[in-house]
């Protein structure tokens, strides 16, 4: 493979896993406004129910790992990603 950059052959792939975990915050305003008294009913009603559930129904759990390959020129230091056919 070549560096599209600079035309080297010095080209070094690298495999990237990430794993994307989103959470959301919750600003200051929300907890100031709706948060201290939604939260608990939520956790009532949303959380508890869901902690019973996840009690006797076994987790399926999936793992979402997005693997990148990257290519990094030694001579330039261009990166680019590598497409899936490589
Ligand atoms: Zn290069």
Same mark, same amino acid.
């Given at each position: 493979?070549? @560096?599209?950059?600079?035309?080297?052959?010095?080209?070094?792939?690298?495999?990237?896993?990430?794993?994307?975990?989103?959470?959301?915050?919750?600003?200051?305003?929300?907890?100031?406004?709706?948060?201290?008294?939604?939260?608990?009913?939520?956790?009532?009603?949303?959380?508890?129910?869901?902690?019973?559930?996840?009690?006797?129904?076994?987790?399926?759990?999936?793992?979402?790992?997005?693997?990148?390959?990257?290519?990094? @020129?030694?001579? @330039?230091?261009?990166?680019?990603?590598?497409?899936?056919?490589?």
């Amino acid at each position: 493979m070549k @560096c599209r950059k600079c035309g080297s052959e010095q080209v070094n792939v690298q495999v990237v896993s990430e794993t994307t975990l989103k959470t959301r915050r919750k600003t200051w305003l929300y907890w100031l406004t709706i948060g201290w008294f939604i939260e608990p009913l939520l956790w009532i009603f949303l959380t508890l129910p869901k902690l019973i559930y996840e009690l006797f129904i076994p987790k399926r759990v999936k793992l979402k790992t997005k693997t990148r390959k990257i290519a990094v @020129c030694q001579v @330039c230091g261009e990166s680019w990603d590598v497409k899936a056919s490589l």
